[in-house]
């Protein structure tokens, strides 16, 4: 297809004659009418046919009784075909996809024997390269662009195994300092797409920092914002469906916690306080529940008294409520909502580590025991997988640092171990990217101190190592930001506190004219877009049977207090166009604020702020 909408055949064989063609032809959907184009200048069939950025056509290889390497270029402007740069291998049978950084992939074919060489395309030079082979050589297989940039080569004739190529890697980009170094604070994606950084320490003793700032991803820059009406650190914040950000407990001074809560409003950058918690407390965690409320669990009181009491907050009356006890008091454990509203209290500490995990059900408000993790620890992360399962990393148990990452599967209440960290850690961050990944960066590492290490973890193939972060930090904050970067603040460095930060890119390596874009989003029962470039501007490849078209828009919800991710499918009545989109209606997708990203041809969007309404009935 070209970007007019025309279509364009060209080369191929003729049984009937038993030729090999050079001819080529255009349909015109406006008229249905086929009419004759340039030939190409060597006939062929079993080649590959791409759509380029710039409006070309890439046709590459094929056999016309020898098994070519040549290439030609379409100009649908001249209708004529130019030779370009040769492949390095000559193969029939193969697979060609477009990246997300404008250069064509060709893997596998066939040249006397399936082949496992890969080679790419690059527009700007007209030359071939090399990259990663295929472990396994295929023909006439499968090649899909995923969601997440990278390229899924699946089956052929002779196999049923299917590999992920990966197009690109992740790099690591520096970005304004923070105007007043801190740790223990907290960072909370706001509606309009700035990070609002609050409290925390910054290495005076019994002093909880009142400041707050403002982090613009378009501009990199800092700004303050106004201050809390009472400096804490190891509080909570909670981004409320109306918009506003909810602080509440934490630890004023040495040994010395609070009971207050204060609300942040965006449009007005001020504070203003709300009703106090029953009981002062610091190290616990708030979980955004589906009604809207807001669950503070455990935690202690003054450094001593380790807690079991838990509160619900009411946003509609700004007072707080009592809600069923831990059975096991806890702190420094983590607090996970789960995609049937459920709330995973995982591991923590009781005078002593603790393996044991908790449920709590808002229905009846009361907690429940389930399965334990392998090890008792605190200081681990736990993030929910868009597989609804949960994911546990690393930790420590006074000296002794884990590697270990196991998995929490919410259907039967066990765990399981699904590999180890390179690098044994405990304060790290563990961010969910928009492909599905967990980046987990930083925190204190064992034998080393202060970290820079940096991995991911594929659901699919486990943990890998990536770029590293330029400065060692632990208690810093993570936040995804629309786009897809993930913003690292401040935090406990070699010396003390450190004002930088830098920003995490996914690297998908795309250019940014391919990117979708939202102009409105609207959740009603289904979720409702307009914008642009919604059915992409390429096919992912093309030509025989490994035609595999990812013009499809994939639409991801992502609730922003608990990560829980869905993916919207296209409701068929209503379909979709490269200007509008509609969902299918949809009961499971958790209320409250949520960013939406539309993806195509593996390309995210910048994404948008919603609310999604309690109810979806």
């Known amino acids: 297809m070209l970007a007019d909408g025309r279509v364009i055949v060209a080369g191929g064989y003729d049984k009937a004659d038993a030729e090999t063609l050079s001819s080529a032809e ?47 270029l379409y100009d649908p402007t001249s209708g004529s075909w130019t030779n370009t740069g040769s492949l390095i291998t000559g193969r029939a049978g193969h697979s060609a996809s477009l990246l997300p950084n404008g250069k064509v992939l060709v893997a596998g074919g066939n040249n006397g024997g399936s082949l496992a060489s890969v080679e790419l395309y690059d527009p700007a030079s007209g030359t071939w390269t090399g990259t990663g082979s295929m472990n396994t050589a295929r023909s006439r297989h499968t090649a899909t662009l995923l969601p997440n940039g990278m390229l899924l080569v699946a089956c052929d004739s002779q196999t049923a195994t299917a590999e992920v190529f990966d197009p690109a890697n992740g790099s690591w980009t520096g970005t304004g300092n ?52 009472i400096g804490r650190y190891n509080h909570t914040a909670t981004l409320l469906p109306s918009g506003k950000v909810l602080v509440a407990g934490g630890e004023i001074g040495l040994l010395r916690t609070t009971n207050t809560a204060e609300l942040y409003d965006p449009a007005t950058g001020t504070w203003a306080l709300t009703g106090s918690l029953a009981t002062a407390r610091d190290f616990h965690t708030a979980t955004l529940l589906l009604d809207g409320k807001v669950l503070v669990a455990a935690g202690t009181t003054d450094g001593s008294e380790r807690l079991a009491s838990c509160e619900l907050y009411d946003p509609a009356t700004g007072t707080w ?42 229905t009846s408000g009361t907690w429940s025991a389930t399965g334990s993790l392998s090890n008792p620890k605190y200081f681990h992360t736990a993030t929910l997988l868009p597989n609804s399962k949960v994911l546990v ?53 064992y034998n080393v101190g202060y970290s820079t290490d940096v991995e991911l973890y594929d659901p699919a193939t486990g943990i890998s190592v990536t770029a590293d972060l330029p400065v060692v930090r632990a208690q810093h904050t993570a936040t995804l930001i629309p786009g897809g970067d993930v913003l690292f603040a401040s935090g406990l460095s070699t010396f003390g506190f450190t004002p930088t930060a830098e920003l995490y890119h996914v690297g998908l390596d795309f250019d940014d004219s391919w990117r979708p874009e939202i102009a409105s989003a609207r959740f009603s ?81 910048d994404s948008v702020y919603l609310v999604v309404p309690t109810s979806q009935q």
């Open 393 to 445: 990393a690393g930790g420590a148990n006074g000296s002794i640092y884990f590697g270990t990452v196991e998995l929490y599967d919410p259907a039967i209440g066990t765990w399981a171990e699904t590999g180890r960290l390179a690098a044994r850690r405990e304060g790290h961050t563990a961010t969910v990217l928009p492909n599905g990944k967990v980046l987990i960066a930083g925190g204190y590492e």
């Open 321 to 362: 409520a009592s809600t069923g006890n831990l059975a096991t008091p806890r702190f420094w454990y983590a607090a996970t909502l789960l995609t049937d509203g459920k709330v995973l209290a995982t591991g923590g500490d009781n005078q002593n580590a603790i393996a044991s995990c908790e449920l709590y059900d808002p």
């Open 525 to 605: 029962k289904s979720l409702r877009l307009t914008g642009s470039l919604f059915q992409g501007v390429s096919q992912a490849s093309g030509g025989n049977t490994q035609d595999s078209s990812t013009d499809y828009p994939v639409v991801q919800l992502r609730n922003i207090d608990s990560s829980q991710i869905a993916l919207l499918p296209v409701d068929p009545r209503r379909g979709w166009s490269d200007t509008t989109f509609t969902s299918l209606r949809s009961r499971n997708v958790p209320p409250g604020p949520a960013l939406v990203t539309v993806f195509t041809n593996g390309i995210p969007s």
């Open 26 to 72: 255009i349909y015109n959907p406006a008229t249905g009418i086929w009419s004759a184009t340039g030939s190409l200048a060597t006939a062929r069939f079993d080649h590959t046919a791409t759509l380029l950025p710039s409006g070309k056509v890439l046709i590459g290889g094929g056999n016309n009784g020898t098994l070519l390497a040549s290439a030609e």
């Open 178 to 229: 923070v105007t007043t170094a801190r740790g223990q604070h907290t960072a909370t994606l706001l509606p309009n797409g700035k990070v609002l950084i609050a409290g925390g320490n910054n290495g005076g003793v019994g002093v909880g920092l009142t400041s707050a700032e403002l982090y613009d991803p378009a501009s990199g820059a800092w700004t303050t914002t106004g201050s809390l009406n």
